[in-house]
Nanobody, 126 residues
């Protein structure tokens, strides 16, 4: 019943911006941590950012801190990832995910998450 669907990916030039959306169904965002992850060709999936359900605390990988911003709209049951100053190394398939437990200890590690979307492609190139 719990489903996540990503959208908003595309092709953008270095230095450009994109906003990704993660729409949830079958559960209420208020009670879940939501994470964003990415996987580039030949690379392992890595954590990008997450937002808590209780107080909207946010967490970012060092590689994106200061450039990406995660937010949520509970009325729309949607989490967003605003990506600015994009670099070619940001190119990857981006996934949103939710854990089964309320508050995972390692918030940016993929194994802590149980429910995954299908991903949306982000390509940063000239």
């Amino acid at each position: 019943q719990l489903q996540l669907v990503e959208s908003g990916g595309g092709l953008v030039q270095p230095g450009g911006s994109l906003r990704l959306s993660c729409a949830a169904s079958g559960f209420t965002l208020d009670y879940y941590v939501i994470g964003w992850f990415r996987q580039a060709p030949g690379k392992e999936r890595e954590g990008v950012s997450c937002i808590s359900s209780s107080d909207s605390s946010t967490y970012y990988a060092d590689s994106v801190k200061g450039r990406f911003t995660i937010s949520r709209d509970n009325a729309k049951n949607t989490v967003y990832l605003q990506m600015n100053s994009l670099k070619p190394e940001d190119t990857a398939v981006y996934y949103c995910a939710a854990p089964f437990i309320a508050d995972p200890i390692e918030k940016l590690l993929p194994y802590e998450y149980d429910y995954w979307g299908q991903g949306t492609q982000v390509t940063v190139a000239s």
